[in-house]
């Protein structure tokens, strides 16, 4: 009987033991899970790593889009690795960040590179991670060892959902129209203030030859 409790104390105290070190997959991400825009209009997201409880080295990614409704604007690297790089592609945008010297890694989680796109035609459609283990050309995370294994984690890479509307003709003229009248405001303001100098103006003077009539 003892031995029975024994074993079960001991298999108990493995499993804590397992659970607490349970290894956590490296990852990519972005920052939100939608944008809605119109045409015309640009959203902007984040590629976001998770390195896990890793050490790595550098990242490969590949994000494909539908180009015949978004068009991509520019692709900006983030803080997270020191060197970042893109090559767009028709459909495909590819991103790399890489430590700068050999030796160094990172850990933890952070942002790649920021994504601007602009709404080309109305519909739906999804940024979503290219992640295929059996292919070369593929999204990685390399893992700060002798080989560089990729850690990324497939199963773990959700989409972006983009919706854009048709948009309102005369909704967006209006918003034109007031963005190119904006230094007219500035304008505007400092006629109002000569105005107001000119009637103080107005005031002394008339006070002026009240006194001197006196």
């Given at each position: 009987m003892k031995k029975i409790i024994y074993n079960a104390v001991i298999g108990a105290a493995l499993f804590i033991a397992v659970s607490g070190f349970s290894v956590h997959a490296a990852s990519l991400e972005f920052d939100s899970a939608s944008s809605a825009i119109e045409v015309d209009e640009t959203f902007t997201v984040t590629v976001d790593i998770d390195a896990?409880?890793?050490?790595?080295?550098?990242?490969?990614?590949?994000?494909?889009?539908?180009d015949d409704l978004l068009d991509l604007q520019s692709v900006t690297g983030v803080d997270y690795f020191p060197i970042v790089g893109n090559t767009p592609e028709t459909s495909r945008l590819y991103i790399y960040g890489v430590v700068a010297n050999q030796g160094e890694y990172k850990t933890g989680t952070g942002s790649v590179a920021t994504l601007v796109f602009k709404g080309v035609a109305e519909g739906e459609t999804d940024l979503?991670?290219?992640?295929?283990?059996?292919?070369?050309?593929?999204?990685?995370?390399?893992?700060?060892?002798?080989?560089?294994?990729?850690?990324?984690?497939?199963?773990?890479?959700?989409?972006?959902?983009?919706?854009?509307?048709?948009?309102?003709?005369?909704?967006?003229?209006?918003?034109?129209?007031?963005?190119?009248?904006?230094?007219?405001?500035?304008?505007?303001d400092m006629m109002v203030q000569y105005a107001l100098m000119g009637?103080?103006?107005?005031?002394?003077?008339?006070?002026?030859?009240?006194?001197?009539?006196v």
């Open positions: 896990g409880t890793d050490q790595i080295a550098g990242t490969d990614i590949y994000v494909s889009y539908d979503t991670f290219d992640c295929d283990l059996s292919k070369t050309d593929t999204s990685k995370i390399a893992k700060n060892d002798i080989n560089a294994s990729n850690i990324i984690d497939c199963s773990k890479l959700e989409v972006h959902t983009v919706t854009i509307g048709a948009g309102n003709t005369s909704t967006s003229s209006s918003t034109k129209e007031t963005t190119s009248s904006l230094p007219e405001s500035g304008t505007y009637g103080i103006l107005l005031l002394l003077g008339a006070v002026l030859r009240m006194t001197v009539r």
